[in-house]
């Protein structure tokens, strides 16, 4: 049997967000692959000893002082603050010492930060770089809004360094995009695979790198469905991890650009915000139409009750988890354009779009007047992302890229060598 480390930036086993979504496609992706599958966790939480039937192994990166002087190697050649992260050479040392160990034919890397590791394996590596750093953080809108630019890393830090650091994450945005644009291309060249969640992003770094770039979305299989048309009419639903910045800048937009736009309309829209983070946020939205709901541990019961899924995201890039989310359950979207970015959706068909406030209000309103069009968009919503990112699809199109680096008959067992295909340096 072929046998792959999925080497996680994050516990996996946390609260569930897109990027986990994403890893859990790849470690079903992995297993229907054939390949038994390890995962290596670098996180400070807890973690259990399995997770999505595999075996965990958490590898706890060490203090501020060697997190320092990773980032700053990294600076200082030529890379990003990001890939210095984890550029630490006792977490190097033991993620070898765990694909010796397991026997690993080929190491699978959760975004660009965990680079140094997977490339210090001696493993072909397929990289899931999920979306294009360079892009996001070279958006003006990345910024505006976000109070949280470390994001989930900030959780790792002691809470002394959380302000210091998030300033200067913030004023190093433009160093990075650049890095990141350089890194990025170094990364497509050097893997034996490279991979982005969306199929626009896939495409835009082909073509900057001049290789093979692959599109490995997470897999979301329909649920059962909600019932919009029968949901009141002023009902709508948002989705997502608030401590994100570009989400709770959404919110921000909703509060204080659309929902006056629909009362000046005599319209009245009460909002569902569900998502971890809600009680950061509880003082701010007190006593508007947007209710913080906190995380909800089923779905279903989180987005039921709605006449509509909202999604008027800003700034970010890369497939947003939250729409296909509402999408797997029936709900009609209204998103701007960049709310579903990624997902191969027309406005009118699968989705209602909505750019200024007053284009957004106007496919708000016709939601909330016709319960036929409510039940139309969402079952063509519902249906085109069985056709995308049901788990059939995106497994198939794991299998093709595994096979590719790690042809079966190539493994160990077959051959007698450790390592085959194309190592990273």
């Known amino acids: 049997m072929r046998r792959a480390i999925l080497l996680a930036a994050r516990n996996p086993a946390a609260q569930r967000t897109g990027r986990i979504a994403v890893l859990e496609a790849a470690v079903a992706g992995l297993r229907g692959a054939g390949f038994e599958v390890t995962v290596v966790a670098l996180t400070k939480d807890e973690t259990p000893s399995e997770w999505a039937g595999c075996e965990l192994i958490r590898l706890q990166p060490g203090g501020v002082l060697a997190t320092a002087g990773g980032v700053l190697v990294s600076a200082l050649r030529g890379g990003t603050l990001n890939a210095g992260l984890f550029r630490q050479r006792s977490l190097i040392r033991r993620v070898r010492e765990a694909a010796d160990r397991i026997g690993a034919d080929v190491v699978v890397g959760d975004g660009l930060r965990v680079w140094p590791l997977a490339a210090g394996s001696g493993r072909p590596c397929i990289m899931h770089l999920d979306d294009l750093l360079s892009d996001r953080y070279g958006s ?3 910024a505006e ?14 809470a002394r360094l959380v302000g210091p650091l998030e300033r200067l994450a913030r004023a190093s945005l433009g160093f990075e995009s650049s890095r990141a644009y350089r ?3 170094r990364i497509a060249r050097a893997a034996a695979g490279v991979a982005m969640t969306s199929r626009a992003e896939a495409a835009t770094l082909a073509a900057r790198a001049g290789v093979t770039v ?7 299989d329909p649920r059962h469905p909600a019932d919009p048309a029968s949901a ?3 009902t709508a639903v948002f989705l997502g991890v608030l401590h994100y910045g570009p989400n709770i800048a959404a919110l921000r937009h909703l509060r204080d650009a659309v929902l006056p736009e629909l009362e000046r309309r005599g319209r009245r829209l009460a909002v569902d915000a569900v998502g971890a983070g809600a009680e950061e946020f509880a003082e701010e939205f007190a006593g508007t139409p947007i209710r913080l709901r906190g995380y909800a541990e089923s779905l279903e019961e989180g987005l039921s009750g709605h006449r509509m899924f909202l999604s008027p995201i800003l700034a970010g890039t890369g497939v947003k988890t939250k729409v296909l989310d509402g999408m797997s359950v029936g709900l009609p979207v209204v998103a701007t354009r960049l709310g579903v970015e990624g997902i191969d959706v027309e406005d009118g068909q699968e989705v209602l779009l909505g750019e200024t406030p007053a284009e957004f209000a106007d496919a708000v309103i016709r939601l909330m007047d016709s319960p036929e069009l409510a039940a139309r968009i969402g079952r063509a919503g519902r249906a085109r992302l ?3 990112m049901s788990s059939e699809n995106v497994g198939a199109a794991w299998r093709a890229v595994l096979d590719r680096v790690v042809p079966p008959a190539q493994s160990p067992e077959a051959t007698g060598e450790i390592t085959q295909g194309k190592a990273c340096p």
């Open 140 to 142: 003006a809108g990345f």
């Open 145 to 158: 809004g976000n109070s949280n630019i470390l994001g989930y890393f900030a959780s790792q830090l002691p």
């Open 183 to 185: 890194e990025e291309v």
């Open 386 to 388: 069985r056709d995308l």
């Open 214 to 220: 692959d599109a490995l979305p997470m897999a979301v």
């Open 232 to 234: 009141p009419p002023g």
